[in-house]
């Protein structure tokens, strides 16, 4: 039988297809085992570090040298008292000995031994590590999910015995979960994080993850064609990861849902991606909402909201550093979103509410003819900003893109069911594009380079700032651009005013559609202003 593409937990090679686990770790990552250095590896949700660090425990096992101990601590998540985040450390580590011979396991607690939760820690580590006819490497899951006094304890207690390794306290250890030390969660000092006062100052190296490269993808797709004869094409693996980004989990999603949930035998190609990436976007799952759940997050926010704006602005480094680790963005200079994917899924989520007031029944929308009836579009969100705009604007914690998520919501809600849509957006371009795709069967559409036949719709979002020049004209200029590049059947510039003079107006006054429509490219521009 052949394996799966994995979705759901750590791989099992035996039963998922998998790529080699330690090559996606540096090479030196083992030597600091060896070495005796206590480390940290942290990677976003679902990207394969559990995967990779038991690969890595089961290798340092083999060796022979090392009573190899993996456990999680996620019992411990939301315990605040701190002598039960402890006990519940301690029973995990523990546990997890079961699989160690007997004579490697952890010596029992004297019935008469304090419990003391500052250093309870450290002693049961100290009398293990002494016990242990070997040296004894720990590697603990989720450690992240501690927070507060529980965490600051745990870790202090690591720290207190590091001097006194191998005979006395474990020879290594490697800490691992989403996020960096640094940025594990406390409330203490006026602060959220530990930053770089941190009570594990003794790790040697904070390594994470990278994501899957386009090799990569063909290889993890490769075994499932050599295993059942089901190929897929180039382009099809150029657009997984042009939709993915090369994210672990999105990469064995999109090939989940062809393979296992739609049955799809014949060879896939790029219509299947598109139709699965659709798919595993509406299904929304619980890797969206882990990772949308930290998008009202203030550190969060501080960045995504000047990418939805296109702004240029002076980001904080441990911002972005936190982001990037959440998998949120990517390492490029200026930053963008990781992936396209994560790009629809962050407009959605934070336009959520107001697209549930939004009809959404593909007819409305469109022609006798099957096409996309962009003049009642267009007419219908100058209504639908009438309408909505000024509530949601004052309610939106967004705020300086809340214009853009309006436009983005009612958009979304009119194509659904019936096309795509398509954003760009990174900071620096001061716009973002939407670009709606709308499938017709006809002569008249545009086919795109996958041979399938579509008309397209552009939109560009610019904002109106004080003491700033009208927008128009660069909107203009940046259209034609793009039309150079990707011929539209129509295209719309939005200008949103945030003048302090205008934001004066009442909202049913500042709403203009122009009467002249500029010729870009030769496509008449609606140029529309709120």
């Known amino acids: 039988m052949a394996r799966s593409f994995n979705t759901a937990h750590?791989?099992?090679?035996?039963?998922?297809?998998?790529?080699?686990?330690?090559?996606?770790?540096?090479?030196?990552?083992?030597q600091l085992a060896h070495d005796k250095f206590y480390f940290v590896l942290h990677a976003p949700r679902q990207s394969g570090k559990t995967t990779t660090v038991m690969a890595l425990a089961e290798k340092l096992r083999q060796d022979g040298r090392y009573a190899v101990v993996f456990c999680t601590v996620e019992d411990a998540r939301a315990v605040h008292d701190v002598g039960e985040v402890v006990q519940l450390v301690v029973d995990s580590l523990r546990s997890a000995s079961d699989k160690l011979p007997a004579t490697d396991a952890?010596?029992?607690?004297?019935?008469?031994?304090?419990?003391?939760?500052?250093?309870?820690?450290?002693?049961?580590?100290?009398?293990?590590?002494?016990?242990?006819?070997?040296?004894?490497?720990?590697?603990?899951?989720?450690?992240?999910?501690?927070?507060n006094d529980g965490l600051i304890s745990?870790?202090?207690?690591?720290?207190?015995?590091?001097?006194?390794?191998?005979?006395?306290?474990?020879?290594?250890?490697?800490?691992?979960?989403?996020?960096?030390?640094?940025?594990?969660?406390?409330?203490?000092?006026?602060?959220?994080?530990?930053?770089?006062?941190?009570?594990?100052?003794?790790?040697?190296?904070?390594i994470t993850l990278a994501t899957f490269t386009r090799c990569e993808i063909a290889e993890l797709y490769g075994q499932h064609t050599a295993e059942t004869g089901q190929g897929?094409?180039?382009?099809?693996?150029?657009?997984?990861?042009?939709?993915?980004?090369?994210?672990?989990?999105?990469?064995?999603?999109?090939?989940?849902?062809?393979?296992?949930?739609?049955?799809?035998?014949?060879?896939?190609?790029?219509?299947?991606?598109?139709?699965?990436?659709?798919?595993?976007?509406?299904?929304?799952?619980?890797h969206f909402d882990s990772l949308m759940a930290r998008l009202r997050e203030d550190r969060v926010r501080r960045v995504i909201q000047p990418l939805l704006a296109g702004a240029v602005t002076p980001f904080d480094v441990e911002?972005?550093?936190?982001?990037?680790?959440?998998?949120?963005?990517?390492?490029?200079?200026?930053?963008?979103?990781?992936?396209?994917?994560?790009?629809?899924?962050?407009a959605r989520k934070l336009t959520a509410n107001l697209q549930a007031g939004i009809p959404q029944a593909p007819h409305r929308w469109r022609t006798a003819d099957?096409?996309?009836?962009?003049?009642?579009?267009?007419?219908?969100?100058?209504a639908f900003w009438l309408e909505h705009a000024e509530s949601f604007v004052q309610q939106e914690d967004y705020h300086e893109v809340a214009v853009h998520l309006m436009a983005m919501a009612y958009l979304q809600a009119a194509v659904n069911g019936g096309g795509h849509v398509e954003r760009e957006y990174a900071a620096g371009t001061k716009r973002m594009d939407i670009l709606i795709k709308w499938p017709v069967a006809d002569e008249r559409g545009v086919v795109d380079l996958y041979g399938t036949r579509f008309e397209r719709?552009?939109?560009?979002?610019?904002?109106?700032?004080?003491?700033?020049?009208?927008?128009?004209?660069?909107?203009?200029?940046?259209?034609?651009?793009?039309l150079q590049r990707i011929p539209c059947e129509s295209a719309s510039?939005?200008?949103?005013?945030?003048?302090?003079?205008?934001?004066?107006?009442?909202?049913?006054?500042?709403?203009?559609?122009e009467a002249e429509r500029p010729e870009v490219q030769g496509v008449g521009v609606w140029v529309w202003r709120a």
């Open 457 to 482: 719709h552009l939109f560009e979002l610019k904002v109106w700032y004080a003491k700033k020049g009208d927008p128009k004209p660069e909107g203009l200029a940046q259209l034609d651009q793009y």
């Open 370 to 382: 099957g096409r996309f009836d962009i003049d009642k579009v267009r007419d219908g969100l100058v």
């Open 106 to 147: 952890p010596p029992a607690e004297p019935p008469d031994a304090p419990q003391v939760p500052r250093n309870r820690l450290y002693r049961f580590l100290k009398a293990w590590a002494q016990a242990c006819p070997r040296p004894l490497v720990l590697f603990i899951d989720e450690i992240d999910c501690l927070e």
């Open 154 to 206: 745990v870790l202090s207690q690591l720290r207190k015995g590091y001097a006194e390794r191998p005979k006395g306290f474990p020879h290594s250890v490697c800490i691992f979960g989403m996020r960096d030390v640094r940025d594990y969660k406390v409330a203490t000092g006026g602060s959220t994080t530990l930053g770089t006062s941190s009570p594990f100052n003794i790790k040697r190296e904070s």
């Open 319 to 346: 911002d972005l550093r936190f982001c990037r680790d959440l998998g949120l963005i990517d390492g490029s200079r200026p930053p963008q979103i990781a992936n396209a994917i994560y790009r629809e899924v962050i």
């Open 232 to 286: 897929f094409t180039e382009d099809a693996i150029d657009r997984a990861l042009l939709w993915t980004g090369g994210q672990p989990h999105l990469v064995n999603a999109l090939a989940n849902d062809i393979v296992a949930k739609q049955q799809w035998t014949a060879t896939i190609d790029v219509p299947q991606i598109d139709a699965a990436k659709e798919r595993i976007v509406l299904q929304w799952g619980t």
């Open 10 to 30: 750590a791989n099992n090679a035996a039963e998922n297809y998998t790529l080699p686990p330690l090559a996606r770790l540096p090479p030196d990552v083992e």
């Open 493 to 513: 510039l939005l200008i949103f005013d945030r003048r302090p003079e205008t934001e004066a107006l009442e909202w049913g006054e500042r709403v203009l559609v």
